[in-house]
Structure formats: structure tokens, C-alpha cells
């Protein structure tokens, strides 16, 4: 007896619930991406994609048309039908045959309008949601001779529309959720506005690539610039690729094994204008620096604006998201989509695939020349936190914790580690009020002297060697770091960085520590110090020196927290949320709050420093 296929009970369910649950935010993704392939097919030369607004009953609806091999009656009502293409091979790694068809409907239950011109005969069916049938269907028509179809020919309608029919075309017209729905303006839902250049964007942040190589076309309906309130002409719209020349530099540079490459862009503002330059060389859509993972010429966990700034320190761009474009492309096989092609997912656990998976290739392979711009883009400050790392240090190091890279990865750049059993997760007595090494209190001279080390700097001559093959022990390298610890001061860095109303934020792959200098523990802390200096030296150097104490020592308290927390990694009791909990921004912030155990160092750092300006002081008149 042969084995018995499963069936669908009840198929009206599953196609209701599929469509329903699917996100909107995919529709453009989706009939791009057929026009695209279609338009693959069509002769060179003539290989077009355009969209633009179509009127129905003097509302504007969303229309996307391309060349490329038509289909007739039959082939028109099969590719309506769900898991149902025309022209591809369906699979779980390529076509699933659902993609446009649900997004689409998920927005425009009115209707979604197909046209397709084969051989110089066009055809037309129009599906969407029946309130009667409690489903999706085909609607019918009554033809001029009274009688009814769902698929019919209207090729005479096309041509006083001024189409074409000397070559083989296809045509899409999204209908939305109600006749008076404008899917032009709105096409993500009636009532949800969004950016007239929203269309071009969408598929200029999409798609690496195009796989026709089509000429596409936007209506300047849906464009940034002029043509707001016009239509009938176009603009080009042009993918990254395309524009590349036209940007200061860019280089792909592949990891060892070559099997995923990291492309570094330069993109930075034109010295005249807002817009970057890759922008400008492609008027059709708002070009912004961004990061994603691109896979088979599409990108995916897209970031960009804030978004991309937030993460950009975990791929070792701490400043510099704005004139930088990190696109991570990995092999066909190393991924796969998820059931709507929001997102890509790994193939043997299905778990999501993101582009922080590959921030430490992003970091190990960038090029000096990368480099340079984040330096360059880095506030300029004449302040350094060594000493303040230092002291950090010596209390991390009680712990002794090992590094991350003796945690097991996915990752092939990862190498295996044996594990390492050293450290605690309760350190011995340590002294927490903190000078900074280096800053001494007013001990007079005489006590200072005495205090100072009878040797000096050993000279080059001085220096031990190590014999031949010598490396640092095991135990040294194993052990964690503090990490780099970079006080803000602009509000702007600081949005960007998502810290408004945080006192700081950890990225622990970059091990770096960003502190926000104006924060509002900041402004108590100094409020009580002034009494307490005033009239200490001149008054401004007295103000800055309230301002520092008041910042680093705010930053010292936010790395003390941080230090802690790394520690915890040695606890059975703590699990990986545990330790994200607390080191986010959240927790950092109560470590701030409690300034009040830094007043008295403060006050000595406040000496300290004043001290050293060495002002001359006026005579009292």
C-alpha cells in the first residue's frame, strides 16, 4: 500500500489565517521582486520596470508594471491561485509562490488587479477578500454579453489606455482596504501616511542588486524633490552598485575562507547640501548610510538613521555611522528566508540570522583606510581616561574573568578554546574610593617626595628579553578587559546613541562603554560640589573642574557597574539575559544615581586639578 499524502481539511482557515498574519511591511519587497524576475526575461533592451499611480474611479491606486514573458487566460488564473508561480521553480530556498499575493492582499482586501499582454492579447482577473464567502476569491465580472467570468480579455481597454501590446507585459494594481483607499500616498494601510519617496526607498534599501537589470522607473508622484502634485514623468531609480562610482571609496575585503565578504562604503554628506552623496547620484529615493546582511542580492536586518548608530560600536565604528555603509554578504547557503522574507534564519535551527552575528568580521577586517574616517569623525578631546580605566582594571582583575573568546560560537572565524576554571565571582577587598593613579590629595610636598619610587623608567637597555618563542601566558590573555570607556558631551551623539535620559550603554562584542556626560546626575553632582570649592582658584577653572570630576567620576561609577556585571559570568546563577540585564542602560543609570559616594573623592580630584591650572590669583582690591 502506497504511503497517503496529507491533505487540508479545511482550506478557507489556513488561507485566511496565512494572509491575515502576514506583515505588510514586505508588499513592495514582494511584487518588485516578481517584476524583477520577470523582467529578466524579457529581450535586452527592453527589460523595464515602472511604477506609478493608476486612477479607479478618480482615486489613485499603486501599480507596478514590467516587460518580461506574459501569460494567458489559463496561466493568469493559475498564478492566482496561493503556492502558484508561472515561469519559476518553486522552492524552500527561492520561490514560494505565496509571497506577493499574501502581502498584498493583507493590505488591499479590495483587490489586487492583474494584467498580463501575451501576444498581443491582455488579460485580466482581480482578486481580493468577499465578505459573502468569508474568504478570498477571484471575483467575477459581467461581460458586456451578459455573461460571467473571473479571467477575461481586455485588450481593447489596455490600448485606450495607451499600453503596448507588441510585446509581452504584466501589470499590478493594488486596490486597498476600500475604493476611497489612495495606496499612492498610503500604501502600507488606509490612514498610515508615510514618506512620498517611501516606494523608491523601500526598493532602494532592498535590493543590492537587480536581477534583470532592468531600467526602472518611479513616477515623480512617489519621488523625493520636484513633482509632488504631478504625473506621467519619471525618474530612474539606480541600486547602490550602480552609484558606487561616484563615492569617495569603497573596498570588499573576504574573511580567511572567503566565504563572507564585508563591503565598506564611504558615504558621506555632500560639503553643499543635507543628502549624502550616494543620494544625490540617485534622485529617485533618500539614500542613507545603513548596515545589513545581504544574501542572494537582497538585504536583510536592515539599520540605518539611529538605528544603524545605536549598533554601530558592536562593528567597531563607535563614531562615524553617518558616512559609513557596512553591507555583510554571505553565501547562498549559509541562510535561508522565513516564511514572509522579513528576515533570513539559520538552516539547522531556525533560529534568526542578524548582522550582529557578524560584527566581529566587520571589526577584524576593516582597513586602515576605514579607520581613519572613525578617527576623524570621533570628537576631538584633550581628556584622557586612562587613569580611570586603570583603577577599573585592578577591580575587574579580582575576579580574574576569562574573555569571551573561551565561550563556545557559531561563527567559523571562531577558533576552539579549552576552558578555563580560574577566576571567582566574589572578589577580594578592594579600595573603591578611587583618586584615579596619579591624582594625589594635598599631601604636602615633603610626604609626595618620599612617596615617589626609588628607581626610574627602565631605559631600553634595561628591559628584560624573553628567550626566542616566548609568548603571554595563557592565563594573561584569557583574562577580560575594561572596556573603552568614551564620555559624550553632544546631544546629538548622544540621541544617536539612544542615551537620552541613560546615563550610559554597553556593547560588550566592541567592549566599549559609552557615558552620558549630560546626564542629570552630572548637574547634581556638581550643584554640591561648588560650595565646596568655590573660591578655590579662578572661576572658570573652578567650573571646569567640577564639570570633569562630576563626568568622570559619574563614569566611574557606570564602569564599577559594568564591572561587576562581567564578573557575574562566572556565576551558575546568572544566565546570558541576566547579564544583558545587567549591564543595560537601565541598570547603569541606578549605578550613576548614587553619586553621593563620590563627593569626597571628587572633591579631592577638584584640589587637585586646580592646583595644577596654576592660575595666578588676583589681589583682592
Given at each position: 500500500?502506497?504511503?497517503?499524502?496529507?491533505q487540508i481539511?479545511?482550506?478557507?482557515?489556513l488561507?485566511?489565517?496565512?494572509?491575515e498574519?502576514?506583515?505588510?511591511s514586505?508588499l513592495?519587497?514582494?511584487?518588485?521582486?516578481?517584476?524583477?524576475?520577470?523582467a529578466?526575461?524579457?529581450?535586452?533592451?527592453n527589460?523595464?520596470?515602472?511604477?506609478?499611480?493608476?486612477?479607479?474611479?478618480g482615486m489613485?491606486?499603486l501599480?507596478?508594471?514590467?516587460?518580461?514573458?506574459?501569460?494567458?487566460?489559463?496561466?493568469?488564473?493559475?498564478?492566482?491561485?496561493?503556492?502558484?508561480?508561472?515561469?519559476?521553480?518553486?522552492?524552500?530556498?527561492?520561490?514560494?509562490?505565496?509571497?506577493?499575493?499574501?502581502?498584498?492582499?493583507?493590505?488591499?482586501?479590495?483587490?489586487i488587479?492583474?494584467?498580463?499582454?501575451?501576444?498581443?492579447?491582455?488579460?485580466?482577473?482581480t482578486?481580493?477578500f468577499d465578505?459573502?464567502?468569508?474568504t478570498?476569491?477571484?471575483?467575477?465580472?459581467?461581460?458586456?454579453d451578459?455573461?460571467?467570468a473571473?479571467?477575461?480579455?481586455?485588450?481593447?481597454a489596455?490600448?485606450?489606455?495607451?499600453?503596448d501590446?507588441?510585446?509581452?507585459?504584466?501589470?499590478?494594481?493594488?486596490?486597498?482596504e476600500?475604493e476611497?483607499?489612495?495606496?499612492?500616498?498610503?500604501p502600507l494601510?488606509?490612514?498610515k501616511?508615510v514618506?512620498?519617496?517611501?516606494?523608491?526607498?523601500?526598493?532602494?534599501?532592498?535590493f543590492?542588486?537587480?536581477?534583470?537589470g532592468?531600467?526602472?522607473?518611479?513616477?515623480v508622484?512617489?519621488t523625493k524633490?520636484?513633482?509632488k502634485?504631478?504625473?506621467?514623468?519619471t525618474?530612474?531609480?539606480?541600486p547602490?552598485?550602480?552609484?558606487?562610482?561616484?563615492?569617495?571609496?569603497?573596498?570588499?575585503?573576504?574573511c580567511?575562507?572567503?566565504?563572507v565578504?564585508?563591503?565598506?562604503?564611504?558615504d558621506?554628506?555632500?560639503?553643499s547640501?543635507?543628502?549624502?552623496?550616494s543620494?544625490?547620484?540617485?534622485?529617485?529615493?533618500?539614500?542613507t548610510?545603513?548596515?545589513?546582511?545581504?544574501h542572494?542580492?537582497e538585504?536583510y536586518?536592515?539599520?540605518?538613521?539611529?538605528?544603524?548608530s545605536?549598533?554601530?560600536?558592536n562593528?567597531?565604528?563607535?563614531?562615524?555611522?553617518k558616512?559609513?555603509t557596512?553591507?555583510?554578504?554571505?553565501?547562498?547557503?549559509m541562510a535561508?528566508?522565513?516564511?514572509?522574507?522579513?528576515?533570513?534564519v539559520?538552516?539547522?535551527d531556525r533560529?534568526?540570522l542578524l548582522?550582529?552575528?557578524?560584527?566581529?568580521?566587520?571589526?577584524?577586517?576593516m582597513?586602515?583606510?576605514?579607520?581613519?574616517?572613525?578617527?576623524?569623525?570621533?570628537?576631538?578631546?584633550?581628556?584622557?581616561?586612562?587613569?580611570?580605566?586603570?583603577?577599573?582594571q585592578?577591580?575587574?582583575?579580582e575576579?580574574?574573568?576569562?574573555?569571551f573568546?573561551?565561550?563556545?560560537?557559531?561563527?567559523?572565524?571562531a577558533?576552539?578554546?579549552?576552558?578555563?576554571?580560574?577566576?571567582?565571582?566574589?572578589s577580594?577587598?578592594?579600595?573603591?574610593?578611587?583618586?584615579?593613579?596619579?591624582e594625589?590629595?594635598?599631601?604636602?610636598?615633603?610626604?609626595?617626595?618620599?612617596?615617589?619610587?626609588?628607581?626610574?623608567?627602565?631605559k631600553h637597555?634595561?628591559v628584560?628579553?624573553?628567550?626566542?618563542?616566548?609568548?603571554?601566558?595563557r592565563?594573561?590573555?584569557?583574562?577580560?578587559?575594561v572596556?573603552?570607556?568614551?564620555?559624550?558631551?553632544d546631544?546629538e551623539?548622544?540621541?544617536?546613541?539612544n542615551l537620552?535620559?541613560?546615563?550610559?550603554?554597553?556593547?560588550?562584542?566592541?567592549?566599549?562603554?559609552?557615558v552620558n556626560?549630560?546626564?542629570?546626575?552630572?548637574d547634581?553632582m556638581?550643584?554640591?560640589l561648588?560650595?565646596?570649592?568655590?573660591?578655590?582658584?579662578e572661576?572658570?577653572v573652578?567650573?571646569?573642574?567640577?564639570?570633569k570630576?562630576?563626568?568622570?567620576?559619574?563614569a566611574?561609577r557606570v564602569?564599577?557597574?559594568?564591572?561587576?556585571?562581567?564578573?557575574?559570568?562566572?556565576?551558575d546563577?546568572w544566565?546570558?539575559?541576566?547579564?544583558?540585564?545587567?549591564?543595560?542602560?537601565e541598570?547603569?543609570?541606578?549605578?550613576a544615581d548614587?553619586?553621593?559616594?563620590s563627593?569626597?573623592?571628587a572633591?579631592?580630584?577638584?584640589?587637585?586639578?586646580?592646583?595644577k591650572?596654576?592660575v595666578?590669583?588676583?589681589?583682592?582690591?
Amino acid at each position: 500500500m502506497k504511503a497517503e499524502p496529507l491533505q487540508i481539511r479545511d482550506k478557507r482557515f489556513l488561507i485566511n489565517r496565512l494572509i491575515e498574519q502576514a506583515p505588510k511591511s514586505t508588499l513592495v519587497r514582494e511584487f518588485f521582486k516578481n517584476a524583477d524576475e520577470n523582467a529578466a526575461h524579457a529581450a535586452p533592451g527592453n527589460r523595464r520596470i515602472d511604477v506609478y499611480p493608476v486612477e479607479i474611479d478618480g482615486m489613485r491606486k499603486l501599480a507596478f508594471w514590467n516587460t518580461g514573458i506574459g501569460m494567458d487566460d489559463e496561466e493568469l488564473k493559475q498564478a492566482t491561485d496561493l503556492s502558484s508561480s508561472i515561469n519559476k521553480q518553486m522552492a524552500m530556498d527561492g520561490n514560494f509562490g505565496i509571497g506577493a499575493k499574501v502581502s498584498g492582499l493583507t493590505m488591499s482586501r479590495e483587490g489586487i488587479r492583474y494584467r498580463s499582454c501575451k501576444n498581443g492579447i491582455v488579460n485580466e482577473v482581480t482578486i481580493g477578500f468577499d465578505p459573502d464567502e468569508g474568504t478570498y476569491v477571484r471575483f467575477p465580472v459581467e461581460l458586456p454579453d451578459g455573461l460571467y467570468a473571473t479571467v477575461y480579455d481586455v485588450t481593447e481597454a489596455a490600448q485606450k489606455d495607451g499600453k503596448d501590446i507588441s510585446y509581452d507585459w504584466t501589470e499590478v494594481v493594488l486596490y486597498g482596504e476600500s475604493e476611497d483607499h489612495d495606496t499612492v500616498a498610503e500604501p502600507l494601510g488606509k490612514g498610515k501616511k508615510v514618506d512620498r519617496s517611501y516606494i523608491a526607498t523601500q526598493i532602494f534599501r532592498r535590493f543590492a542588486a537587480f536581477y534583470s537589470g532592468a531600467d526602472v522607473r518611479i513616477d515623480v508622484a512617489m519621488t523625493k524633490g520636484g513633482g509632488k502634485d504631478e504625473t506621467g514623468k519619471t525618474r530612474q531609480l539606480k541600486p547602490l552598485e550602480d552609484v558606487l562610482d561616484k563615492l569617495p571609496r569603497h573596498e570588499r575585503v573576504a574573511c580567511q575562507n572567503e566565504e563572507v565578504h564585508v563591503h565598506y562604503i564611504h558615504d558621506p554628506k555632500h560639503e553643499s547640501y543635507s543628502h549624502t552623496l550616494s543620494a544625490l547620484a540617485n534622485p529617485a529615493t533618500a539614500s542613507t548610510t545603513f548596515c545589513a546582511v545581504v544574501h542572494k542580492g537582497e538585504r536583510y536586518d536592515f539599520k540605518t538613521k539611529n538605528g544603524w548608530s545605536t549598533a554601530a560600536p558592536n562593528f567597531g565604528i563607535p563614531f562615524g555611522s553617518k558616512v559609513l555603509t557596512i553591507e555583510i554578504e554571505i553565501p547562498d547557503d549559509m541562510a535561508l528566508p522565513n516564511q514572509y522574507r522579513d528576515g533570513l534564519v539559520w538552516p539547522d535551527d531556525r533560529s534568526p540570522l542578524l548582522a550582529e552575528d557578524f560584527d566581529d568580521y566587520v571589526r577584524e577586517l576593516m582597513p586602515d583606510w576605514v579607520k581613519v574616517i572613525i578617527r576623524e569623525q570621533s570628537p576631538q578631546s584633550d581628556e584622557s581616561l586612562d587613569d580611570l580605566r586603570s583603577d577599573l582594571q585592578k577591580l575587574l582583575d579580582e575576579f580574574r574573568v576569562p574573555t569571551f573568546t573561551l565561550s563556545p560560537s557559531r561563527r567559523s572565524s571562531a577558533t576552539p578554546t579549552e576552558s578555563n576554571d580560574e577566576g571567582s565571582d566574589t572578589s577580594g577587598p578592594t579600595d573603591l574610593e578611587t583618586d584615579f593613579a596619579g591624582e594625589d590629595d594635598e599631601r604636602d610636598a615633603k610626604d609626595a617626595e618620599a612617596e615617589k619610587p626609588s628607581s626610574q623608567r627602565a631605559k631600553h637597555k634595561k628591559v628584560r628579553k624573553a628567550p626566542d618563542g616566548s609568548k603571554a601566558s595563557r592565563s594573561a590573555l584569557a583574562l577580560e578587559r575594561v572596556p573603552e570607556i568614551k564620555i559624550l558631551t553632544d546631544k546629538e551623539e548622544i540621541e544617536e546613541k539612544n542615551l537620552k535620559g541613560r546615563a550610559g550603554r554597553y556593547y560588550k562584542d566592541a567592549q566599549t562603554l559609552f557615558v552620558n556626560g549630560l546626564y542629570s546626575a552630572v548637574d547634581r553632582m556638581a550643584a554640591e560640589l561648588e560650595p565646596e570649592v568655590r573660591g578655590q582658584g579662578e572661576p572658570e577653572v573652578v567650573r571646569a573642574a567640577i564639570l570633569k570630576a562630576s563626568q568622570r567620576f559619574m563614569a566611574f561609577r557606570v564602569g564599577k557597574a559594568t564591572c561587576y556585571a562581567i564578573s557575574k559570568r562566572l556565576s551558575d546563577d546568572w544566565s546570558s539575559d541576566d547579564l544583558d540585564r545587567a549591564t543595560s542602560p537601565e541598570s547603569l543609570t541606578m549605578a550613576a544615581d548614587d553619586y553621593k559616594q563620590s563627593l569626597s573623592s571628587a572633591k579631592k580630584w577638584v584640589k587637585e586639578f586646580i592646583k595644577k591650572a596654576d592660575v595666578p590669583q588676583e589681589d583682592a582690591a
